[in-house]
């Protein structure tokens, strides 16, 4: 864990996370000619750059931390929505890579630990696929 945070308490964390999203609203990115210039899209490193993170690991930590945890995902969640919403324009192949590493949205099972790290407190989820499995046959289809 880090010994110095830009943050003391999850309102000042809250505010520097709107502080990101607001910045970006403030710079476009399409040439001036057009006609509804896009913002500059939100990056995970963006925002760990702009709350004082030094690296990934280090916000996982602090997301484990109940004090941090609802303002933290929800971050992430904001960033995941933009992805979300690049991948119904134009090319996604990098905007699908993006989140498969960098959001971690590849994970079948996500384990966050409490800020004491006991054994007992570990939380783990687990992601079950439903719905119709497609078979490689027709002599595979069963009835």
Same mark, same amino acid.
């Given at each position: ?19 990101y ?27 760990? /750059? %702009? ?6 690991? &280090?916000?996982? @930590?602090? !997301? ?5 945890? +609802?303002? /933290? %995902? ?6 995941? &929505?933009?992805? @979300?919403? !690049? ?5 996604? +192949? ?14 079948? !099972? ?15 989820v687990e ?6 499995k ?10």
């Amino acid at each position: 864990m880090r010994k110095s945070k830009p943050f003391r308490s999850a309102r000042q964390l809250n505010a520097l996370i709107d502080a990101y999203f607001q910045s970006l609203e403030a710079k476009p990115t399409n040439s001036e000619r057009s006609k509804t210039p896009e913002t500059e899209p939100p990056t995970f490193a963006g925002l760990l /750059l %702009s709350t004082g993170f030094n690296s990934d690991a &280090e916000f996982d @930590e602090y !997301r484990a931390m109940p004090k941090y945890v +609802s303002a /933290l %995902s929800r971050a992430k969640l904001r960033i995941q &929505e933009a992805y @979300e919403k !690049r991948l119904l324009t134009g090319s996604s +192949s990098g905007v699908v890579s993006a989140m498969n590493t960098i959001l971690g949205l590849n994970d079948r !099972r996500q384990v966050i630990k409490t800020e004491n790290n006991e054994e007992d407190n570990v939380l783990q989820v687990e992601i079950v696929q439903s719905g119709i499995k497609l078979v490689a046959a027709e002599k595979d289809v069963v009835l």
